[in-house]
Structure formats: structure tokens, C-alpha cells
């Protein structure tokens, strides 16, 4: 290949062979949706997909690709969603409105095939998966500035769908806008917390003097700022491309380590994987007896069981105080050391969902 003209030609001659086993693929793919579909099983296996990646990482990395883990993922999570839609077309519903983070999440799982449900509330997520109207369910539990989301926890204790996987999304603020100089604009749309967690690049550029508009959501901000080409826009990047709003600057956040983890909620059983994470409800019947909770987590220390995550709430049960605590560890439900624990505190546990664990990003 000696010249641009040769490289395009290897490229179409490549992009031909790709297409032919990717088609190769997708008839495997629909013999696999018939067999589920008789057999009941689910469509959406975050434990195989991760060992796909895995798979094809350690490959590429033996070969000598180009493509590393990260790259390998962006490629295959897209082909993933296009093959479950073949297998059996899906509903997802997330914490609207379009362009949110929770949208970003959703579509960086699900792809852009899937069928999406924007819905104003989280309560409204788990009553449309409640009630069948969708397969799958995206909200946020927790942020790593802010914390848990309260809501999200109270609606799993009394509901009866369950986290099928979890994913951590960095949080990356953009500033877009319409207007040809930063000097044009006279507005800056944007969610309250928006504007807190980009005050010092709101500083550099001089906009303190800008007047600041909050909004409902970032993705109200975005709707807004398309319509004024002397306003802008602090939010999500889909958010941008979605509403057709130019970004002039990517990551203006002040924390640029600040993510989201969110859940994927839906009606099945993940199965065992070696690399799984269980969360439970907890309600202990001799809550006001003296070391109650203690006695509780030893009997995970006793099977070296790895707790990741313990969270007190109000139980707002009649007559005082009370609280259950929401648990997170590692492990999954059917394996024999875990059942071992759980099996002391039947009437004590709930069971919440076991799905491989997702990747918290260090920055």
C-alpha cells in the first residue's frame, strides 16, 4: 500500500469481510433467540458479555491489535445491543428527561436500537417494569460527590424487580452553545448542582457576572440554550448532540474524578460468574439489642466475605426510630459460602440482585 488510494481500497476490501461475518453472526445470534424463547432465558447476559471483552482483550493483547480493552468495548457493547434487539426487540425506561446522565448511561449499555422510555421520576421506572411495560430499567443509586439516592433504596426494599447489573459512568460536564464568542453570551442554562460543580470554570471565563438560569435537568438546559444563540448550556454531551447545540468546552467540571454508579434493574436471575457482587436488604429483628449489627457482618467475616458498601435508612416504621441497612458484597447469591451466612438470617434478608460487578473507574 503505497498510497492514500491503495489504503481506502484495503479498507472497503476489509469493511466487505467485516460486514460478512458480522452478518454470519447476527444468524447465530437469531438461532440463539429462538432457543431462549422456548426455553425462558434471558436475553441480556452481562456475565457472558464481560466475558467476551475479557476474551478478546487477552487476544488482542497476545497479537499485538491495536485495540485494548477500552476500545474493545466500545465496538462489541454496540454490537452486543444491536444482537439482543435481533434476539427479542427491548424497552428500556430511565430517569428522564432525554439527554440526562441516566439516558447516557442507558444507551452506553443498550445501544442505539434499543426502544427508550423517558419517564419523570424514579418511582415511575419501577412501576413500568412492575407492570411489564418495559424489560429494563436504568436509575442511579449513588454519586461520588453527593452519595446514595435515598429514593432508589426505598423503592428496592418494597419492590419486587431486581439489579440485574450496575455500571459507573464518569460524570463529564460540557459547555455548549450557539453564540460565535464567549463574549455573545448574555444567559447560561443549567441544573442547579450544575452550576456548583463548575464554579471555577465559570470563574476563568469570566461569566460570573453572566446571569445563571437553573433549570429542571442539564437536558432542559441544552433544550433552552438551542433556542438562544446568546445563551449556553452547562450539560451532558448527549444532551448537546441530541438537542443540536455546538460544544465549545468538554469537561468543565471542577471534580474531574466525579462519577455515577447506576443500576440496571429488571425480572431475572443473573448466573454465577467469577467476578460478582450481591446486594441485600437488612432488617434485624434485635435491632436495639446491643451489637446486633456486629454479630450480623461476622458471620461474613467468618466465610471472608468482602463487604463494599453498608448504608443506614430510616425504616419509617410506626413508633420511633428505626433503620434497615442496605448491603453490597462480593459474591453471588447461589454460591455455597454465601447461602451459608444467609441461611442464619432468613427472616432478616432480602434479596436484591446478584450481577457481575462493574468497573468503579479510579481518576
Not at 411489564?132 to 430499567?137: I, L, T
Not at 460468574?273 to 446486633?292: E, F, N
Request: proline share 2%; aromatic share 8%; with cysteine.
Amino acid at each position: 500500500m503505497n498510497t492514500l488510494d491503495d489504503c481506502r481500497e484495503a479498507i472497503d476490501t476489509i469493511d466487505n469481510e467485516v460486514l460478512e461475518l458480522l452478518n454470519k453472526r447476527m444468524k447465530v445470534v437469531e438461532r440463539v433467540g429462538e432457543i431462549k424463547s422456548d426455553s425462558g432465558g434471558a436475553i441480556y447476559r452481562p456475565e457472558r458479555e464481560k466475558a467476551i471483552i475479557k476474551r478478546l482483550t487477552e487476544a488482542s493483547i497476545k497479537s499485538g491489535g491495536l485495540l485494548n480493552e477500552n476500545a474493545i468495548e466500545a465496538i462489541f457493547l454496540e454490537l452486543f445491543a444491536v444482537s439482543r434487539n435481533l434476539e427479542l426487540p427491548e424497552r428500556i425506561a430511565f430517569l428522564g428527561p432525554e439527554g440526562s446522565f441516566t439516558h447516557q448511561a442507558a444507551e452506553s449499555r443498550f445501544g442505539a436500537m434499543s426502544d427508550y422510555m423517558s419517564l419523570v421520576s424514579i418511582e415511575s421506572v419501577f412501576k413500568t417494569l412492575e407492570a411489564k411495560r418495559a424489560k429494563f430499567g436504568v436509575v442511579p443509586i449513588e454519586n461520588s460527590r453527593d452519595g446514595i439516592v435515598g429514593e432508589t433504596l426505598d423503592l428496592l426494599s418494597r419492590s419486587s424487580v431486581k439489579i440485574v447489573a450496575e455500571l459507573y459512568m464518569p460524570i463529564h460536564m460540557s459547555f455548549a452553545t450557539k453564540a460565535k464568542k464567549l463574549e455573545g453570551i448574555t444567559k447560561i442554562y443549567s441544573k442547579d448542582k450544575g452550576f456548583g460543580q463548575c464554579r471555577e470554570f465559570l470563574s476563568e471565563h469570566g461569566f460570573e457576572n453572566v446571569e445563571q438560569i437553573p433549570v429542571e435537568s442539564t437536558a432542559k438546559a441544552a433544550i433552552l440554550a438551542s433556542e438562544d444563540e446568546n445563551s449556553a448550556a452547562i450539560c451532558s454531551h448527549i444532551a448537546a448532540k441530541l438537542y443540536g447545540v455546538p460544544t465549545m468546552f468538554d469537561d468543565v467540571q471542577d471534580d474531574i474524578g466525579s462519577q455515577t454508579r447506576f443500576f440496571i434493574l429488571s425480572d431475572f436471575k443473573n448466573a454465577i460468574s467469577d467476578d460478582d457482587k450481591t446486594s441485600i436488604l437488612v432488617r434485624l429483628k434485635d435491632a436495639a439489642h446491643p451489637g446486633s449489627l456486629v454479630h450480623f457482618l461476622q458471620d461474613f467475616d467468618d466465610e471472608s466475605i468482602n463487604l463494599s458498601k453498608i448504608e443506614s435508612r430510616p425504616s419509617k416504621d410506626k413508633g420511633g426510630f428505626g433503620y434497615w441497612f442496605y448491603i453490597d458484597f462480593y459474591g453471588h447469591i447461589d454460591e455455597e459460602k454465601i447461602q451459608k451466612v444467609l441461611s442464619k438470617h432468613t427472616d432478616e434478608v432480602t434479596w436484591l440482585g446478584s450481577y457481575v460487578k462493574g468497573e468503579n473507574i479510579e481518576v
